[in-house]
């Protein structure tokens, strides 16, 4: 069974770096894509980007400037940063598996980041 | 403001069906065939529900189908059962660019 768990602090500075990591069991992350999306209140999902277990990345244009993607492969991990975060970052953030082209087939359940001073 | 349209809510009795659609583009709904459905839960993770328009992943029951014509795409549940109660959201891939668009959710609501 393939389970995603999303970690990290759930309030976050104006102007700092949002972190967090999703954490892999039930498979192997030096297989598939590997992606972040997030829900900010009252609106819909959009994906942040995605990185393959050979370490390529691809982000959405719109926060390509803010944003990395990294993968840890001894522990089965892959990360997010998003920098000079503002209040419309405010979120639940979402990690995804996918084998190529959507679907996205497993999910975690989604960590709230608040971004507030 | 999502990509994909849907309408916010939806609803049907025990046993009846009920339809739900999602809206795009040329670019994202009406130009591939990667269109995908997903159950979500308050509190749990996203469920994949149908994916590549009309595809059920296993174990999803044969209640659940899809379809597509032109930019829009149809989840349909028949036979409502009191567990379907749930959000519903469509994603559909946008090119290598934008790679996957999602709607807004459908609440869906068995009475």
């Known amino acids: 069974q393939v389970q995603l768990q999303e970690s990290g602090p759930g309030l976050v500075k104006p102007s700092e770096t949002l972190s967090l990591t999703c954490t892999v069991s039930?498979?192997?992350?030096?297989?598939?894509?590997w992606s972040w999306i997030r829900q900010p209140p009252g609106k819909g999902l959009e994906w942040i980007g995605y990185?393959?277990?050979?370490?390529?990345?691809n982000y959405n244009p719109s926060l390509k400037s803010r944003v990395t993607i990294l993968v840890d492969t001894p522990k089965n991990q892959f990360s997010l940063e998003l920098n000079s975060v503002t209040a419309a970052d405010t979120a639940v953030y979402y990690c995804?598996?996918?084998?190529?082209?959507?679907?996205?087939?497993?999910w975690g359940q989604g960590t709230l980041v608040t971004v507030s001073s | 403001q999502s990509a994909l349209t849907q309408p916010p809510s939806a609803s049907g009795s025990p046993g009846q069906s009920v339809t739900i659609s999602c809206t795009g583009t040329?670019?994202?709904?009406?130009?591939?065939?990667?269109v995908s459905w997903y159950q979500r839960h308050p509190g749990k993770a996203p469920k994949l529900m149908i994916y590549?328009?009309?595809k059920r992943p296993s174990g999803v029951p044969a209640r659940f189908s899809g379809s597509k014509s032109g930019n829009t795409a149809t989840l349909t549940v028949s036979g409502l059962q009191a567990e379907d109660e749930a959000d519903y959201f469509c994603?559909?891939?946008?090119?290598?660019?934008?790679?996957?668009?999602f709607g807004g959710g459908t609440k869906l609501t068995v009475l």
């Open positions: 995804a598996r996918h084998k190529g082209p959507p679907p996205l087939d497993y």
């Open positions: 039930g498979d192997s992350i030096s297989r598939y894509y």
């Open positions: 990185i393959y277990h050979s370490g390529t990345t």
């Open positions: 040329s670019s994202d709904i009406g130009g591939y065939y990667y």
């Open positions: 590549e328009v009309t």
């Open positions: 994603g559909s891939y946008a090119g290598n660019n934008n790679f996957v668009v």
